[in-house]
């Protein structure tokens, strides 16, 4: 986490000194930090998905769960990547277009999940 940090840090710094002189080169460095991040968060992600996969053995869920609770954290992490990227050139409507698309794509995907749940409840009501 300290490399994370230390990286964003100076970036900052970086985006600091071009922004007066040369903004487009400060807006290429804050998206090739950004990248570089998620880059590094993705390398992070890989690492739980074992433990993750070890807990749905536990308790005997089909690995498709896994599949879409992976696709839920992209999808989030990407709207979340777009949004600030946009807001941080100053669109904040285009900003809040794709934090919206993002949340009825998380929808789309979980809808197998919450449709076994409503399914489940059903039959226990019986």
Do not use: H, W
Request: proline share 2%; glycine share 10%; charged share 15%.
């Amino acid at each position: 986490m300290v490399k994370v940090v230390l990286v964003g840090m100076v970036a900052v710094f970086v985006i600091f000194l071009l922004k007066a002189g040369k903004p487009e080169f400060a807006m290429a460095v804050s998206l090739g930090t950004c990248i570089l991040l998620l880059l590094y968060a993705v390398g992070t992600l890989s690492g739980i998905l074992g433990e993750v996969k070890r807990m749905l053995r536990l308790v005997n869920l089909p690995e498709e769960y896994l599949k879409i609770l992976f696709k839920i954290l992209g999808i989030s992490y990407l709207a979340e990547f777009g949004s600030a990227l946009c807001k941080d050139a100053g669109q904040g409507a285009i900003a809040g277009q794709i934090e919206f698309v993002g949340k009825l794509a998380i929808l789309a995907v979980s809808l197998p999940v919450v449709t076994t749940l409503f399914e489940t409840i059903s039959r226990m009501a019986l």
